[in-house]
């Protein structure tokens, strides 16, 4: 079994953007009703519920991503097209190291959540 994991429930204005988007990312819909998404990647599982009235500019919702191979799936992201510079949403940034933490990239989604995919070999 792959130790590739989430453990994140996020916000979403629209279900059918958040569904499209995240479909782009390779994850598949494993549930969709009025008030919960689940959607699906391999191992990986992300929830998400309504809330219409969020600002992205001022969301502060986080999730992390925790994966064997960083560098795959910022590279597979980044051949989507999805921007690395700027302020526009979405959103990628590089892969970093910072003092005590594991390598990581990360992804704003289009309602302004924050990713952190960290490299699950990393453990500095």
Not at 32 to 56: A, C, T, Y
Not at 63 to 68: G, V
Request: with cysteine.
């Amino acid at each position: 079994m792959s130790a590739n994991r989430i453990t994140a429930n996020l916000p979403s204005r629209d279900f059918a953007v958040t569904e499209d988007f995240y479909g782009s990312l390779g994850f598949a819909t494993a549930f969709k009703g009025d008030n919960w998404m689940i959607l699906i990647r391999d191992s990986l599982e992300v929830e998400f519920f309504p809330h219409p009235e969020l600002d992205p500019k001022s969301s502060w919702f986080s999730a992390c991503m925790r994966l064997d191979d960083i560098d795959k799936m910022y590279q597979e992201w980044v051949d989507l097209g999805i921007p690395t510079e700027g302020t526009t949403l979405p959103r990628l940034g590089a892969p970093v190291k910072f003092d005590g933490a594991p390598r990581m990239f990360f992804l704003h989604d289009p309602d302004g959540s924050l990713w952190r995919i960290l490299d699950n070999g990393d453990t500095d």
